[in-house]
């Protein structure tokens, strides 16, 4: 193994049913560099990370540890700690019913010679771990009296004081605030000076910028580069996640943007934002508009469309829904004020498995008209047989499971759920994702339907292209913040480089 290489991961090769997750990747980390692995959903990152820590086997490649003679192959989480290797998740995985020092040393406790726990030397070797990384707390209270940044760095605590070489930071950001994220970031780079080679899994751009060494692109499971930071500005970086080559990107022009009057103002969000998910944001949206939330992933475009549905309480600012100021305190809120929600996970926020396409269709309308107002059976299959109709739902009947239904048409019947109430507004949350692509035309083509109508409409989607043919408007977001907005001239290369922000040339 070369100098200073403390992981090599070559031509790692994993296949789910039916889908090449990885294909012939190769990853290489340093001691004392923190080195970010990139790449949108799907990309392959928590693969090879499961690949690596023994929680995925790979059919094809091999992994060399320093120290450790010959290919290593792990079979848990555990024997990847016994060779040096250490994940910490987004969710912090220790009990927090337990104090700080019984969670550093949770499966590993000091026995005194009677085999008994060494509660003395337990809480003295915690304080001992605590303060080399500068953190001054009361061991012996219970982690959950702390705050999520701190348990993050207890987590890493105990992985460092289990002499990892290798740390795995999958996410650490994602709920911390910006005081919290410096904090961390301080703690990673005192890591990094000791020797500890850190891979850092986010989608923050920001972040990366500010405390990485070195970036690994992945895309569709395969490998697109490594690269020092210094030689990749973040347009370039945006590009490869994407795969779009920045340099000869087609120009789409839109049509003339419409122009909406302060009398089609459908909402009229002011400062509004939810602690630990997106920043305060102001947005407008009229009648007839299709208004897109473009950014990376976990840029903040879900977040920030659940807010205005109530979906996660505002912490600041406030709404207007035609004009009157309005407080929503939960969904059934927003469905009164004439608003609809399709989620981005329809597995688990959208479809009723085991209920029927008529009652998954009917479902919002009932709840918008409560237990005492039952749809007769003659209404609900009327509006069932309307939607299937209406959106070329494939189904056998309206009476078959919808489990039974392809991704796409069981997407058609949740956006058919949201039709039925009739709503003036509609948030599309990458109602197209994972379906075929005469059904992703049919529902863009439906967007712009709804917009003629006279509907409003936020439409969230990864892909630039689509975006471009259905929006009349793009917010730009960027690290839980919506830094911009783009009314004209609206093409792939003004969008991507405001998704890239910063300086275009660093």
Request: net charge negative.
């Amino acid at each position: 193994m070369e100098n200073n290489v403390v992981l090599t991961m070559r031509g790692i090769t994993m296949t789910f049913p039916g889908v090449r997750a990885l294909d012939n990747v190769d990853f290489t980390l340093r001691k004392g560099e923190i080195h970010a692995l990139m790449g949108e959903n799907g990309a392959g990152k928590s693969t090879l990370i499961k690949c690596l820590t023994g929680i995925n086997a790979f059919e094809a490649g091999e992994i060399h540890v320093e120290g450790i003679q010959g290919p290593v192959v792990n079979h848990s989480t555990l024997d990847a700690q016994k060779k040096g290797i250490s994940t910490v998740y987004q969710e912090v995985n220790l009990c927090p019913n337990l104090s700080v020092a019984e969670n550093l040393f949770i499966g590993r406790e000091p026995k005194t010679k009677f085999g008994t726990i060494d509660w003395k030397a337990m809480v003295k070797r915690s304080k001992e771990i605590m303060a080399g990384l500068d953190m001054n707390i009361d061991v012996t209270q219970n982690l959950e009296e702390y705050s999520l940044a701190l348990q993050q760095m207890i987590a890493i605590a105990r992985a460092v004081d289990m002499d990892c070489k290798v740390l795995i930071l999958d996410e650490p950001t994602s709920s911390l605030d910006d005081n919290e994220v410096e904090k961390l970031f301080g703690l990673m780079r005192s890591l990094r000076d000791k020797g500890v080679g850190i891979i850092f899994v986010t989608h923050f751009l920001e972040q990366v910028y500010a405390v990485c060494d070195r970036i690994t692109v992945l895309r569709n499971g395969q490998l697109v580069g490594e690269y020092p930071i210094a030689e990749l500005p973040r347009v370039k970086l945006v590009a490869a996640m994407m795969g779009k080559d920045f340099d000869d990107l087609a120009s789409i022009k839109s049509d003339e943007s419409p122009v909406f009057s302060d009398e089609d103002l459908l909402i009229d969000a002011k400062g509004m934002s939810h602690r630990g998910t997106i920043k305060p944001f102001d947005l407008e949206i009229h009648k007839g508009e299709v208004v897109g939330l473009t950014g990376l992933l976990g840029s903040g475009r879900s977040e920030l469309a659940r807010v205005i549905y109530g979906a996660d309480k505002n912490q600041t600012g406030t709404l207007k829904v035609k004009g009157k100021e309005v407080k929503i305190n939960n969904p059934i809120d927003a469905m009164n004020l004439g608003m609809g929600l399709l989620p981005d996970d329809r597995k688990a926020e959208g479809i009723i498995a085991d209920l029927s396409v008529r009652e998954n269709i009917i479902l919002a309308l009932q709840a918008k008209r409560g237990i005492f107002s039952l749809l007769s059976m003659k209404e609900q299959n009327a509006l069932a047989d309307k939607f299937i109709d209406m959106l070329q739902i494939k189904t056998a009947s309206r009476e078959t499971l919808i489990r039974q239904l392809s991704g796409g048409n069981q997407q058609k019947v949740i956006l058919g759920r949201w039709l039925a109430t009739n709503p003036e507004f509609l948030i599309l949350d990458e109602p197209t994702r994972g379906i075929d692509i005469g059904t992703k035309t049919e529902i863009q083509k439906l967007v712009l339907q709804l917009a003629k109508e006279g509907k409003g409409v936020i439409f969230i989607s990864s892909e630039i292209e689509e975006m471009l043919r259905t929006c009349s408007k793009m917010a730009v977001l960027r690290d839980g913040a919506k830094v911009g907005e783009i009314t004209e001239n609206l093409t792939q290369e003004t969008v991507m480089k405001a998704i890239a922000g910063g300086d275009q040339n660093e």
